[in-house]
């Protein structure tokens, strides 16, 4: 039972942990929660569904969708974002807020209320590991999740792009002193969180399902996820997921699955509360 | 002595700010606290007024030792401050920061307040009289009801000298009252130190600015590393070798 | 920024007696029963909305769970009335004591939190609360909600447009109250500079979960009247949606506004059942005038009008 649990642990864990990247992402660049990163995961499955649906073979109907979900968040920072640069932290957050709410209103305009079905990767028999049973689906989202963190980490200490991420998520002032173009770096950080979202989204449809409000739980379940890492650490995201995802699984099999969420609040906050900056986050301090 | 502090230590990380410090500060006097960048001058400062923890030492006021408590009851005490980076209420007129600064010797209820009781009111009448004094007597009085972020630097300056004032505190730490300011602005901040002084408030100021420090206090410590070097009269210090040595020779003399 | 209340110590007043009259002479405009629902639906949730700006525009603190609040107070009354035969003189007042005592509690810990870390620990509060509502279904009635008991001789739209009515100006009289006073100043200073408002003297835990606390007992109020005139109540109410749309109407009228908080409920309580030709497009329109109105008017609605109002009377004719 226990290995059982820690697989589904696992997996949840790895999809909140894409989530959060996303979070910590935009933050790193902007200083903005962004809210709407949940929509970015159910454009991912929703468009693919619709794709699929429409006859698109499934090994196109991926890229693409997570193609719209990229564009979609570079839209979402060039019109609602940029504008509101200066603006304090309670704005911004009612603005994405507010986005994500479009979204998901959009979502229901274009596409339907109901719940879709994705195919799984390669199959639907179900393989046996030690004494669990699971999807050959879940091998895709480990699998997939950890070339992605990796990836990613190579993206950052490798590429200049990746680089400039980093400077600007640092002191922006003097990577702009630098010749670091900060819009330039704002637009990446979105495009990529919502790609990383949006396969966060193509990878747990065949498990989980996909519909228009899919976005809303995950979303918040990876800001959870981030600010437990502490927010701004990369590492911290993809620890804070896998934690958040263990906790919920571990919770819902000993104690009560009808729980399963209280419970995972319930460990971020006393985290928060012992730990104000997240299991990685830095300290800044304030000077006086 | 209104102020005594033994053994004051504090550090970040690796780094030691203030080690060993002993200091002592007479009622009824001006004292100055100086010395170079990164001797530990705000960190004293922040230790005397509860921002700062002590990691050692005792801080002695008025004969109690308040080391290890918080902020605001460094300030119910009777010890007020301004800041170095203004940490003025952006979001209040300069009225209501002054009417704010007088919060230790305002006592009103929960319930008198949701209620509006008649004490309430008058002593909201006496405490905007106050705040409106103290305005004018730092020189803001035209701009009582305008935004506090729509004023100049200076002003601001001074503005937060009033809201400590409101209180009526018995020390008032100064953290670089004349930072930016020009010469006309810095000779303002010089008499309005001697009439606070004047009163009887017992004043600290951390200064770079020599000529302020010679022209107003009674009494002066110099800190290098963190370490008491040297004290006494202002004349004094200005020709101790150690001291013209830590400065290197520059500021201390060519005034 | 808004320095109204210290500089015209009489503005405040005014501007209660204005809404009162506002309050008195609207009924002349209703024509039907559903009008006089949407009143009370935006005096509801106006005065949910005065004391969560309380928290969010004058102490500066961020709160994105507390439709929590609204939901408990609900739920606290209704399965006291319901379930266990409580009167609602009884059962209103001893939900507002629990509410107040639950606050205290778990403001001490979050308020200690800030920014992001704050906002996250009050969203996962009202989510373990709607959870919570909606799984203990042998005392809540479930996901489907449950019936309520209407309050005793209180009964038809008309009636209770008067009560909430003046319930919402009592609550605008004591935010009121609370702000013009030394109390209010030190919940501001907070606000402007913590670090300074220690050196002032402020114990800036205290006043925090002070604030709270009494945030907490608006919404509460706002919860059970509403309860109690629906007749029904749902975990919905205590949805994250919920409150985004609280904070959204606080936002949008106007941070550290009493009366921008009024304003904003009115604006955005009105504006869906304007719309309801709109049904589908609802989402995409309230998404949309979020997003707008924080780009363009960061500062919500009364604030901006009063500045273009200054603005206007300062220029040179």
């Not at chain 3, 929590?68 to 739920?75: K, Q, S, V």
């Amino acid at each position: 039972m226990l290995t059982q649990y820690l697989l589904s642990g696992l997996t949840s864990g790895a999809i909140y942990a894409l989530v959060a990247l996303g979070f910590a992402l935009i933050y790193n660049a902007s200083h903005v929660i962004n809210f709407a990163q949940g929509e970015f995961v159910m454009i991912g499955g929703m468009a693919t569904a619709a794709l699929f649906d429409a006859g698109v073979p499934i090994y196109f109907s991926i890229p693409l969708a997570i193609a719209a979900a990229t564009l979609v968040g570079l839209l979402l920072e060039k019109l609602a974002v940029e504008p509101a640069r200066e603006a304090s932290v309670v704005t911004l957050i009612i603005i994405t807020i507010g986005a994500s709410i479009f979204l998901r209103g959009l979502a229901t305009l274009v596409w339907d209320k109901k719940i879709h079905r994705v195919p799984a990767f390669s199959g639907e028999t179900p393989l046996q590991l030690g004494g669990a049973t699971l999807l050959p689906q879940v091998l895709w989202v480990l699998g997939v999740s950890a070339v992605a963190v990796a990836l990613l980490a190579w993206f950052f200490r490798r590429t200049l792009t990746g680089k400039a991420i980093l400077a600007v998520s640092h002191n922006r002032m003097a990577a702009r002193l630098m010749g670091i173009s900060v819009r330039r770096v704002l637009a990446v950080s979105f495009a990529l969180s919502a790609a990383l979202g949006a396969l966060a989204g193509v990878l747990i449809a065949p498990i989980a399902f996909t519909s228009w409000d899919v976005g809303v739980m995950l979303g918040l379940k990876g800001f959870a996820a981030a600010i437990l890492g502490g927010l701004g650490s990369g590492a911290g995201a993809v620890l804070g997921g896998l934690a958040l995802g263990l906790v919920e699984a571990l919770g819902a099999g000993y104690l009560s699955s009808a729980y399963k969420d209280v419970f995972a609040f319930l460990i971020i906050i006393a985290a928060l509360v012992f730990l104000p900056h997240g299991l990685l986050g830095r300290r800044a301090a304030e000077r006086v | 002595m209104l102020l005594r502090a033994q053994n004051l230590g504090k550090h970040f990380g690796g780094v030691s700010a203030l080690q060993g410090v002993d200091v002592a500060f007479a009622r009824g006097a001006v004292h100055a606290v100086i010395g170079p960048n990164g001797a530990g001058k705000t960190t004293l400062l922040n230790l005397l007024s509860g921002v700062y923890r002590p990691d050692s030492g005792a801080i002695f006021f008025e004969g109690r030792d308040l080391a290890g408590a918080p902020p605001h009851q460094f300030a119910a005490a009777g010890i007020g401050r301004t800041f170095q980076n203004l940490q003025v209420f952006f979001n209040m007129s300069a009225l209501e920061n002054v009417m704010t600064g007088r919060w230790r010797l305002e006592r009103a209820g929960l319930a008198a307040t949701l209620a509006r009781a008649p004490s309430l009111a008058r002593s909201e009448r006496a405490c905007r009289a106050a705040a409106e004094r103290l305005l004018e007597e730092v020189g803001l009085a035209r701009w009582a009801h305008a935004a506090a972020d729509s004023l100049p630097y200076g002003a601001l300056k001074r503005l937060e000298i009033a809201r400590a004032l409101a209180a009526e505190p018995s020390l008032l730490l100064l953290d670089e009252p004349a930072a930016g300011l020009n010469p006309s602005e810095t000779r303002e901040i010089d008499e309005l130190i001697r009439r606070i002084a004047a009163r009887g408030t017992t004043v600290v100021l951390v200064e770079h600015n020599m000529k302020l420090v010679m022209d107003v206090s009674d009494h002066v410590v110099v800190l290098d590393y963190g370490r008491r070097l040297a004290e006494g009269e202002p004349r004094a210090v200005s020709r101790d070798p150690r001291v013209i040595e830590a400065y290197l020779g520059s500021e201390a003399c060519s005034r | 920024m808004d320095c109204s209340a210290a500089a015209r110590p009489n503005g405040s007043r005014k501007a209660l007696l204005l809404l009162a009259a506002i309050v008195a002479a609207l009924p002349l405009a209703l024509p039907n029963n559903y009008a006089y629902e949407v009143a009370i639906l935006v005096a509801l949730n106006a005065l949910a909305c005065v004391g969560l700006n309380l928290l969010v525009g004058y102490a500066g603190q961020i709160s994105l769970g507390h439709a929590g609040f609204f939901g408990l107070g609900a739920y606290g009354s209704a399965i006291l009335a319901a379930r266990y035969g409580w009167p609602a003189w009884g059962s209103i007042p001893v939900t507002l004591a629990g509410v107040a005592l639950l606050a205290w509690a778990i403001g001490w810990p979050i308020l200690r939190l800030k920014g992001h870390a704050l906002a996250m620990a009050t969203l996962g509060f009202g989510i373990i609360v709607a959870i919570v509502l909606a799984t203990e279904d042998r005392l809540t009635g479930g996901p489907d909600g449950m019936a309520v008991p209407p309050l005793p001789g209180i009964q038809g739209e008309k009636t209770w447009y008067w009560v909430v009515g003046a319930a919402l100006l009592a609550g605008v009289w004591l935010a009121q109250n609370l702000i013009d006073s030394p109390r209010g100043r030190a919940l501001r200073a907070l606000h402007g500079s913590e670090v300074a408002a220690g050196a002032l003297g402020i114990d800036a835990a205290r006043h925090k979960v002070a604030a709270f606390v009494i945030s907490a007992l608006f919404a509460a109020a706002a919860g059970a009247l509403s309860a109690h005139y629906a007749g029904f109540i749902t975990p919905g109410k205590a949805s994250f949606l919920h409150s985004v749309e609280l904070v959204t109407m606080v936002v949008f009228g106007g941070m550290a506004s009493t009366f921008g908080a009024v304003a904003g409920a009115a604006v955005l309580t009105t504006l869906p059942h304007l719309l309801t030709v709109f049904k589908d497009y609802e989402m995409v329109l309230l998404g949309a005038v979020m997003m707008l109105t924080m780009i363009f008017m960061p500062r919500g609605l009364v604030p901006t009008l009063e500045s273009v109002l200054a603005a206007a009377r300062a220029k040179p004719r």
